[in-house]
C-alpha cells in the first residue's frame, strides 16, 4: 500500500457488495463511502423497507446474520409468527430485531426526513463508521418484466424465487430522481478518489445505481479510477440470479460479460483466478485486469480482495499521471 | 334469566370495558357487539395503534396479558430492545407479536380497508365471535387539555402517566366524525336491543364515542334499557386515572357522579356493593340501581357482573313494556 490517503466510493446492492464493502471499511475505515442500490425497496406490512441498505448497514456494524446473509444474527420470529395467525403475507421475512429498523425508518420518512438523514442516525446507532448512503432520496422501484408481466422486485426476488423469466428491468422513477447529493463532497475532496463496483447483481442491483441520471457522467468527471469485482466466478453467480439472468438476456454468463457490460465506465477490473484465461478477452473492453482468489468465505477475504482493489486502483493512478 | 333473545351492544374503552365485554361475550357469544373507543388511536414508528380495540380483541380472544390488562400473553420484547438500541422512542410498549396486528392493520389501512373491516380479519383470524366494532371509521383523536397545553392522549397517558393536571379534553375531528354505520343493522334487528356501558373511564374512554353526531340520539330512539356499570368502588378508580380526572375537573370522586355525568342516557346503574349507601342519590338520576360485587379478578366475576347488567336490563324492558 502507499502512503497516499484514498477516498474510496463502493457501488453495493445486497450481499456480495456489503461483503466487500466490510473488506474496504477494514483497509479505509470512515473513508469509505458506500452508494447503496435502492432500486428493492418498498412498502411492506406498513413499513418502508430498504433491503439492501440494511444488509450493508448489518455487515459494516458486525451485526449481520452470517447463514442468511440478510437480516440480523441471532434474530427472533416472534413477529412472523403472529403474522401467519393473523393470515397476514409470510413470503417476506422480517425478525422483531430488524423490525426496529424498519420502524424507526418508517416514522422518519413520514416526518419527512430523507432517506439518506434516517440511514446516517441509524448508522450512528450501530457504530458504522463508513457513511452508508442511499443511491438516491428519491423513489425509484426496480420492475422485472417477465412474460409482459411487470413484477415488483421483491415479488419476483423473495416470493417467486426468481422462478420466471426475466425478458427485462425498468427502474421506475428513475427519469425523475436525483443521484445522492453527498456525493459531490466527496468530489470535492483533495484526496484521491477511488470508485469500487462491489461484485452484485450487475443488472438488478448496480444498473439501478448507474441509471441515476447524470450518474455515470459524475463518475467519469470525478476522476477516480474505477475497478469492478465480477460476480460471476466460472460461469456461475457466487450467490443469487445473475447468471440464471444472463442467460434470459441472450448472454453467455462469465466474467467477460460482465466486464463488456460495464465497458467504458471501469478501469480495471477483477476476475477469479479460475477465470484467467479471460483476462485478454477483457482487456478489450479497455481494462486493467487482475486475478485473485476472489470468493469472501472469511472476514479475512473481504479485506484480501478491498486491497487487491485498492492496489489495482492505485496501479491505474499511477499509470494515469 | 329469560328465554328472550337479547341483542347486547356494550360501549367499551379498555382493560374493564374489555372484562367486561369478555363477561358479556360468555353469556350471550356473538349476540354481543362492542363499539370501542377509538380517540385513543395513534401512529407510533410508522404504525397506526388502536390500543382499545386491542385490548378488546385479545381480552375476548382468551390471549391478553393477564397482568397489564393490554397486550399479548406470553409476549416477547426483541423489537424494543432494538428500538432502544437504535435510539429509538421506547415509552410506548410494542411487543413482538403485537406489532403483527398494528403491521396488518396499517399496512390494510393504507390500502384503503376500513378499520372495521381490518378489525373484523383480525378477529376472524382469532376465533373472537362477538362483534368488535370501532366506534368510527373517521379520524378521532382525543387531546388533553393541561395548563394551556394540548397533548396526545397517548403522551398524556403513557408517557406522562397521567401526571399532569387534566384541565379538559377535546376529540379532534369528531365533530364530522360518522359513528360505525354497522349499528344501523342492530337498531333493525327484531330482538330486544340492551345497551351497557362497560366501566371504563367515562371522560377518556366513554365520552368520545358518545361525542360522536347523532350518537346519543340513536341510543334513545333504539328503544333499547341502557345499563351502566360505574368504574368507581368506594372513592377510587378500580384501575386508571378516572378519580384523579373526577378530582380535576371539580367532582368528588364517587359512582353518584358518574351517575351523574350518565344523566338522561342510562336507564339503570350498576355500583359496587360498597357504595350500597349512594343508591339513594343515584336514583334522583331516574335511573334503577343494582348493588354487587363488580370487581372483575376472575373471568367468573366478569360472568357475574355481566348477569347482573343482563338482568337489570330485563327488569328496565319488563317495566317499560
Known amino acids: 500500500m502507499s502512503g497516499q490517503k484514498l477516498r474510496v466510493l463502493a457501488l453495493a446492492g445486497g450481499v456480495g457488495g456489503?461483503?466487500?464493502a466490510d473488506g474496504l471499511a477494514q483497509e479505509v475505515g470512515e473513508r469509505l463511502t458506500v452508494l447503496v442500490n435502492t432500486g428493492d425497496d418498498f412498502e411492506h406490512l406498513g413499513l418502508h423497507v430498504s433491503p439492501d441498505l440494511d444488509t450493508v448497514m448489518y455487515t459494516l456494524a458486525g451485526i449481520a446474520n452470517p447463514e442468511t446473509g440478510w437480516g440480523l444474527a441471532g434474530e427472533s420470529w416472534a413477529f412472523m409468527e403472529q403474522i401467519e395467525r393473523l393470515g397476514g403475507p409470510t413470503w417476506f421475512r422480517l425478525g422483531d430485531r430488524d423490525l426496529a429498523t424498519h420502524a424507526i425508518?418508517?416514522?422518519r420518512l413520514v416526518r419527512g426526513n430523507t432517506?439518506?438523514?434516517v440511514t446516517a442516525?441509524?448508522?450512528r446507532s450501530l457504530g458504522v463508521r463508513p457513511v452508508i448512503l442511499p443511491m438516491t432520496d428519491d423513489r425509484?422501484?426496480?420492475i422485472i418484466h417477465s412474460r409482459g408481466q411487470r413484477l415488483p422486485f421483491q415479488d419476483y426476488f423473495v416470493r417467486l424465487k426468481c422462478a420466471v423469466p426475466l425478458d427485462g428491468l425498468s427502474f421506475d422513477g428513475v427519469a425523475s430522481a436525483t443521484f445522492n447529493p453527498a456525493l459531490a463532497d466527496l468530489a470535492r475532496d483533495a484526496d484521491p478518489l477511488v470508485i469500487v463496483i462491489c461484485p452484485s447483481n450487475p443488472y438488478l442491483s448496480i444498473?439501478?445505481?448507474?441509471?441515476?441520471?447524470g450518474l455515470r457522467e459524475w463518475i467519469k468527471q470525478s476522476g477516480a479510477a474505477v475497478v469492478a469485482v465480477s460476480p460471476i466466478v466460472g460461469a456461475a453467480a457466487i450467490k443469487g440470479p445473475a447468471a440464471k439472468i444472463m442467460g434470459e438476456l441472450g448472454l453467455q454468463p462469465s466474467a467477460a460479460a460482465v466486464a463488456a457490460h460495464y465497458e467504458g465506465l471501469v478501469d480495471g477490473f477483477?476476475?477469479?483466478d479460475i477465470d484467467a484465461e479471460s483476462a485478454e478477452e477483457i482487456r478489450r473492453f479497455n481494462m486493467v485486469v487482475r486475478t485473485t482468489q476472489s470468493i469472501m468465505r472469511t472476514k479475512g477475504d473481504r479485506a484480501s480482495l478491498a486491497r487487491v482493489c485498492l492496489a489495482l486502483a492505485e496501479a491505474l493512478m499511477g499509470n494515469a499521471g
Not at 444498473?207 to 441520471?213: E, G, N
Open 140 to 142: 425509484v422501484r426496480t
Open 18 to 20: 456489503a461483503k466487500l
Open 207 to 213: 444498473d439501478p445505481i448507474l441509471a441515476l441520471p
Open 105 to 107: 425508518r418508517t416514522e
Open 115 to 117: 432517506l439518506t438523514a
Open 121 to 123: 442516525d441509524l448508522c
Open 270 to 272: 477483477i476476475v477469479d
